[in-house]
T-cell receptor, first 112, second 115 residues
Framework: AQKVTQAQTEISVVEKEDVTLDCVYE???????LFWYKQPPSGELVFLIR??????QNEISGRYSWNFQKSTSSFNFTITASQVVDSAVYFC?????????FGPGTSLSVIP | DGGITQSPKYLFRKEGQNVTLSCEQNLNHDAMYWYRQDPGQGLRLIYY???????QKGDIAEGYSVSREKKESFPLTVTSAQKNPTAFYLCASSIVAGVTYNEQFFGPGTRLTVL
């Protein structure tokens, strides 16, 4: 089966707290890419990061960081010192040779 | 500025009517996609097109139709056969289809409500 699970439907944090969004995927393919997209209230999904299946190196971009672990089929996303502008729905996606599978999304609310 | 435009932003339809959602891109991308977004279900693929005059059904194509007469345009028609069309519709494009590392670029979406 090919599937992306984001178990956290909604998360609320107070501004400046750190928050981790979980993503677990299933595939038997050995070559694939994982993505994170952000959907702000305006509706348009915005690309955040891609990671290929052969590169387990973690990545940091400003307050954002991603942890990819093939052993647990997870690609988790951490926001450090969250801000109100981080409030959005975040989607994890699995890209295979013939399709892209999106997770159900996690709605993050950052409270001032 | 390059990007994807969708119109209208909000659309209301009476039961039994067909409606067409517009999607235009000026990114010179070959591949275009239509997704449907329902609360708690993520994005589900309706149709995609890899090249002009060619398109394929996605996971939930029943009750929808598309055309791809120009590279820049990929309109979606929601027909009366679609039993539950109320949803948020997103159009996307990527440089080419079938390349796993290409990210997709999304439009702002059209929210369709059936009255």
């Amino acid at each position: 089966a090919q599937k992306v699970t984001q178990a956290q439907t909604e998360i609320s944090v107070v501004e400046k707290e750190d928050v981790t969004l979980d993503c677990v995927y299933e595939t038997r393919d050995t070559t694939y890419y994982l993505f994170w997209y952000k959907q702000p209230p305006s509706g348009e999904l915005v690309f955040l990061i891609r990671r290929n299946s052969f590169d387990e190196q973690n990545e940091i971009s400003g307050r954002y960081s991603w942890n990819f672990q093939k052993s647990t089929s997870s690609f988790n996303f951490t926001i450090t010192a969250s801000q109100v502008v981080d409030s959005a729905v975040y989607f994890c996606a699995l890209s295979l040779y013939d399709k892209v599978i999106f997770g159900p999304g996690t709605s993050l609310s950052v409270i001032p | 500025d390059g990007g994807i435009t969708q119109s209208p932003k909000y659309l209301f339809r009476k039961e039994g009517q067909n409606v067409t959602l517009s999607c235009e891109q000026n990114l010179n991308h070959d591949a275009m996609y239509w997704y449907r977004q329902d609360p708690g279900q993520g994005l589900r693929l309706i149709y995609y097109s890899q090249i002009v005059n060619d398109f394929q059904k996605g996971d939930i194509a029943e009750g929808y139709s598309v055309s791809r007469e120009k590279k820049e345009s990929f309109p979606l028609t929601v027909t009366s056969a679609q039993k539950n069309p109320t949803a948020f519709y997103l159009c996307a494009s990527s440089i080419v289809a079938g390349v796993t590392y290409n990210e997709q670029f999304f439009g702002p979406g059209t929210r369709l409500t059936v009255l």
